[in-house]
Every structure is written in C-alpha cells, then in structure tokens.
C-alpha cells in the first residue's frame, strides 16, 4: 500500500508543486490592495456557494484532490490526512464545539485548572458596532470566535483605521466557517468578536507558535511555527516551520512550511510546561492540536484545533504521513460517533 502511495506522489510530484506554487502566487496577490483583490475574493465566494450543494463526503473527496493532486482512502483511513478526514466526517462530540470556539474555550482550560495561562481579555461582542474603541487600550487583536483568519490587530489606536475593522468583523461574523472546511465542530458556533491583548515578542523570529500534536492525550511531534500573520494580523502566505520530538531535538521533516534555521528559535525555558499543559487539554481527546506562546518569559494559550490545515498537508519525506496517521486511533473510546 505505501510503495503505491510513493509511486503516486513521485508521479504527480512536479504537477502538485507548480499548481501549490500558483496558489500561493494567486494568494500573495490577492493578499494586497491591488487590482486583483476583487477578482480573486469574488472567485472564492463563488467557488464556496457552489460547494454548499455537495455532501460532506463529497466535498471531502473533491477538495483533497483539488488541493493535493491525490486521493483520499476514507474506507480504510492511513495516513494522517486520510484520518483527520475521517475525524472530520464522523467524530461529533459536543466538547469538539465547545473548545473550537475561541471564547467558550477559555472555560474549558479554566476547568483544567490552567486558567493562568489566559491572555487578557478585553471585551466579547456579538455585533461589531458594538465595539467601544475608547474602551479599549492603544494596542489590542481583534477576532471572531468562531473560524480562522479574521484577525485584525491595532498597535496604534490613533492611526487605526475602526470602520474597516468593522466592516471587516461584520462579513466575518455572518459567515459559518463549516462551510468552507466541513469541520463539524464550527457549524454551531455563536459568532461573536472577542478582543484580546496582543501579544509581541522582541526576538530574531518574532512571536513564535508553539504547536502540541496529541494523540490521545500524549504529545508526540511540536511545531515551532514563524511569521505567521502580517502586521494587520491576515495570515503570511510565506510562514516558516520547524518540527522537534517532545524534547525539542529537530526533525528532519517538512510539514507543509519551508523550514528555517534553528538558531532562531532556541528551546523555550518553559518548554516543558508547555508540553505538560498540552497533555492536561488534549487528555478528552482523540487527537488535537494545542497551541500555545512563550512571551516575555511566560506561556501564553493560544487555541485548541482538531483538524490541522483542515485535513490538507504536504509532508516530507512522505513516510511521515503514515507514522502520524498511525498515531491516530480512530477505534479510540474518545471518539463520538454519529448514531
């Protein structure tokens, strides 16, 4: 099975790479203030209505494809991608809901105990108007609870720009996030906008996303993700990664991002706190992601995510893809299955 699953990706390998390059392109242009914003956002929202009308299966089967060049085996799930798809499509237990919304969330790691390790919350709204920036102090993020990459982050309040963040958080909060990634855990989620403080690190790399994948319960790979957002807060097409074991020996894997040189990102003092806490949340679960900052000496919660990449990844050397698919046990007594 896995000499086959070689041969397929050494078969369409150079078509995949020229077609993942063009997303990219496509997206860094669509990324600025340009000409071809418009035309690329309408093109998105089109191609997101029409995949309203498919199954979940079948939208499943034709966005894998569409995004990777391969197959997935949803009848006898191997890999990690093959079994996140599946998580996706028949894992339905409610504290999936509960913790995939920014804001709930905060209860759940406060109940593990971990409620020190919250950043500063400074307002919950359920309309954008409701905002009250005089409230608010001069740097802060802004996002919605209840999908990805609607972040907007003031450092500067005087030369902040509040009717596009407005404009910006309203179109988010109208729309479910289960439709553009068939995680069954946002499709009931009540939108609302949280404001947090924001978080800086004065290093080489920045601020750095610390990453725990666990697998029923126990870590076993770390991301150390960098230059994930641009300064308005929008997600860098051009992030950088880097994967270590639980000791933070580095990996010679290559997990959707190009890597970078290590020496930017020593090992944390509390790296092992980070480690031990991301045991303590992932512990309800089959398989999660958590995900946490280390700034200015102290740990920080960032989020708790159950499909990494939605379920769509490039990894390097391929072997990789089944040693983590065979971390999840998807006979796991964690996993709630529909009736």
């Known amino acids: 099975m896995q000499e086959k699953y070689y041969d397929r990706i050494h078969h369409s390998e150079r078509d995949l790479c020229m077609l993942y390059r063009l997303k990219l392109k496509l997206r860094s242009l669509a990324a600025g203030k340009g ?35 391969k197959s997935l085996n949803l009848e006898n799930p191997v890999t990690f991608d093959d079994k996140v798809w599946w998580l996706k499509l ?73 009717a596009a963040a407005v404009a910006k958080l309203s179109r988010a909060l109208k729309e479910n ?20 403080r924001l978080l ?31 300064p308005d807060g929008t997600h860098y097409v051009n992030a950088r990664r880097n994967v270590y074991d639980t000791a933070f020996n580095l990996l010679p894997v290559r997990f959707s991002r190009e890597n970078y040189d290590p020496a930017l990102v020593p090992k944390p003092a509390r790296f092992d706190e980070m480690l031990r806490c991301a045991e303590i ?25 159950f499909h990494h990449a939605g379920g769509v990844n490039r990894i390097d050397p391929p072997e990789w893809n089944f040693t983590l698919g065979s971390w999840i046990d998807l006979n796991s007594k964690k996993i709630v299955r529909l009736p």
């Open 281 to 305: 949340l992932a512990k309800p679960f089959a398989h999660c992601r958590v995900d946490f900052y280390h700034v200015d000496g102290a740990v920080i919660f960032g989020e708790i995510t």
């Open 90 to 162: 028949h894992n339905r237990d409610p504290l999936l809901t509960r913790c995939s919304d920014k804001y709930a969330v905060r209860g759940y790691v406060e109940e593990c105990g971990l409620g020190h390790l919250l950043n500063d919350l400074y307002g919950v709204y359920e309309k954008a108007e409701d905002i009250d920036f005089e409230k608010l102090p001069d740097q802060f993020i802004l996002k919605t609870n209840h999908g990805c990459a609607t972040n907007v982050i003031c450092r500067d309040k005087a030369s902040f720009d509040r």
């Open 200 to 230: 800086e690190e004065k290093s080489p790399a920045g601020l750095v996303d610390y990453r725990f994948l666990c697998f029923d319960g126990v870590c076993k790979l770390v991301f150390a993700d960098i230059e994930t957002s641009n």
């Open 35 to 69: 000409w071809f914003k418009p035309f690329y956002d309408f093109a998105h929202i089109l191609k997101g209505r029409v995949s309203r009308l498919k199954s979940d299966r079948r939208f499943a089967l034709d966005d894998y494809k569409a995004s990777t060049g």
């Open 177 to 196: 996030y289960y439709h553009k990634s068939r995680e069954w855990n946002y499709k009931h989620i009540k939108p609302r906008v949280i404001c947090e």
